[in-house]
């Protein structure tokens, strides 16, 4: 889903066909951001190389935007992850559904990405579905909350399913608490808006994650 550049709402930045896009690659990720998307990449938005390098904890991800404007308020730096098996129709990231896909990095390597930058407000998990990979995107965010920056995280999962699935999924309960917003649901193709600010279509929600968990049902932010 997630951000797109959100993977959840289905306007993406990140384009894998190689038509009609700005390609930008580095020694180890590369980066394709489609010109005719719904959420193009801006002026400010950076790409950034990671190293390869898949010890301690990793992430598997499709690319990552080093400062971007479109993924969350402020300045973020927005992880893709890689894998989603939700399949919406019209998602605008097919090429980060595939499990196998992208590239495995270290979490430290993202972490020396985001701590270079002292512009940041925040990080930004999108996807592909974070939730895959709530282990390794969970430590990632407890480590970027220990740095005062906040976390936003993409889901094709509602909250509620969320909620009722955290029980037997590995992470998924650790990922909720640490994040801060929280943009759930699949994208859908007939509700897609492009006026929504920060999802892909009307079922989306942006959520304060900390008070719907205190009132265990879910609760708007006011962004
Ligand atoms: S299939 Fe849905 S949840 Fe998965 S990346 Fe695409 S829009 Fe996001």
């Given at each position: 889903m997630g951000g797109m550049a959100v993977q959840g709402d289905g306007s993406s930045v990140i384009q894998g066909d190689g038509s009609s896009v700005i390609q930008g690659n580095g020694s180890s990720v590369s980066f394709l951001y489609k010109t005719s998307d719904t959420r193009e990449p801006s002026p400010c938005i950076t790409r950034t190389n990671l190293e390869e390098v898949p010890d301690g904890v990793s992430l598997r991800i499709a690319g990552v935007i080093g400062e971007s404007i479109v993924d969350g308020p402020g300045i973020r730096f927005t992880i893709f992850t890689q894998g989603c098996k939700h399949h919406c129709p019209g998602c605008h990231n097919p090429q980060t559904h595939d499990f196998n896909g992208g590239k495995l990095v270290s979490m430290e390597s993202v972490l020396e990405q985001v701590r270079k930058n002292p512009l940041l407000d925040g990080i930004t998990i999108s996807g592909g579905e974070p939730f895959e990979q709530a282990e390794a995107c969970s430590e990632l965010a407890k480590s970027v909350h220990a740095m005062k920056l906040n976390v936003m995280t993409y889901s094709g999962y509602t909250f509620e399913e969320l909620i009722a699935g955290e029980a037997d999924r590995p992470g998924w309960k650790e990922l909720l608490e640490e994040t801060d917003i929280l943009v759930d649901g699949r994208f859908e193709l007939a509700r897609k808006s492009l006026l929504l600010k920060f999802r892909?279509?009307?079922?989306q929600r942006l959520l304060d994650v900390k008070k719907s968990l205190i009132r265990g049902m879910a609760v708007e932010a006011n962004l």
């Open positions: 892909g279509s009307g079922n």
